[in-house]
């Protein structure tokens, strides 16, 4: 089945010390999201892709990055995670730009703890 | 400014009752309304979405929701609530640009035997 992965889905790390979390669809969509998700709230976009154009959400920190090196890959880099960094990350798919109404693919998300 | 509201944070329902979790959208033309389901520890899942057209809307796992544009909302309704609808509910707006795409605060469901 065609579908969104993240790995791991779970991570442990500590207090500054760099994280890298990944996903990888198999649906061949051209646009893909980076959410952060706290206890209780909504999904909070990052930043997303379309194809190789990267779009960072003007009140994203700077010490969150992202890497799409080809169609199937995404990664996101924590450079110096803090406690309130712990969160679930969630990767999600679009055909085209979801604004427009098309249905986003999540993945099962990332939890991250930081230590 | 765009948004979505969904008035209700938390919801108790006995199996078997009815459920509507409410919606509300702030928004001047027509956008793309849907929901999303979460259960705990998972990924979000499309429950329905509406485009245009009939202004009902069958979504899945037995949900459906009503458009009503005098009232701005797009209400969620089951008839007969499963204790697997135990669950995160996000009503969401797509207002036409590529990135004007905005969640509601979500509604949690809890189902009692």
């Known amino acids: 089945d065609a579908m969104v992965i993240q790995n791991p889905r779970y991570q442990v790390t500590q207090f500054g010390k760099p994280v890298t979390l990944s996903c990888s669809q198999t649906l061949n969509h051209n646009v893909m999201y980076w959410y952060q998700q706290k206890s209780s709230q909504a999904p909070k976009l990052l930043f997303h892709?379309?194809?190789?154009?990267?779009?960072n959400e003007a009140d994203t920190p700077d010490n969150f990055q992202s890497r799409r090196p080809n169609t199937s890959f995404c990664f996101l880099d924590i450079r110096s995670p803090g406690l309130g960094d712990a969160a679930m990350y969630l990767c999600?798919?679009?055909?085209?730009?979801?604004?427009?109404?098309?249905?986003?693919?999540f993945g099962p998300g990332t939890r991250l703890t930081v230590t | 400014a765009q948004s979505v509201t969904q008035p209700d944070i938390h919801i108790t329902v006995s199996e078997g009752a009815s459920l509507e979790l409410r919606c509300n959208y702030s928004?001047?033309?027509?956008?793309?309304l849907f929901w999303y389901v979460q259960s705990p520890g998972q990924g979000l899942q499309l429950l329905l979405k509406y485009f245009s057209g009939d202004t009902l809307v069958q979504g899945i796992k037995g949900f459906e929701a009503e458009f009503k544009r005098s009232q701005s909302s797009f209400n969620l309704r089951k008839p007969s609530v499963h204790w697997s609808d135990a669950a995160e509910y996000f009503c969401a707006v797509g207002a036409g640009t590529g990135n004007q795409f905005y969640f509601g605060t979500g509604t949690s469901l809890t189902v009692i035997p």
């Open positions: 892709y379309y194809d190789k154009d990267f779009n």
């Open positions: 999600a798919t679009s055909r085209e730009p979801r604004g427009r109404g098309y249905e986003q693919y």
């Open positions: 928004y001047g033309a027509t956008p793309y």
